[in-house]
């Protein structure tokens, strides 16, 4: 089960520089927009957006991966 999550992690990894390499190529002018979360173990403790739209997204995304932390850990 290590093995699978260390090879998870290392694609994720990968797949988030490779759509950052893609974004900065496609866009060429526009506004920039940024939003992030802060995780402390699986519990997202706060975040920041430069907009709503940005903040909505954030704010799924961090639900989807705390759901996805639970059910990493769960003894099935």
Do not use: R
Not at 59 to 67: T, V, Y
């Amino acid at each position: 089960m290590k093995e699978f999550l260390l090879i998870v992690g290392i694609i994720f990894i990968l797949l988030g520089f490779l759509l950052t390499f893609i974004a900065a190529i496609l866009s060429t002018k526009g506004k920039v927009e940024y939003g992030g979360v802060v995780f402390i173990g699986p519990f997202p403790v706060f975040g920041a957006a430069s907009s709503k739209e940005i903040m909505k997204l954030v704010l799924i995304i961090s639900a989807i991966l705390f759901i996805a932390f639970l059910l990493l850990q769960a003894k099935f």
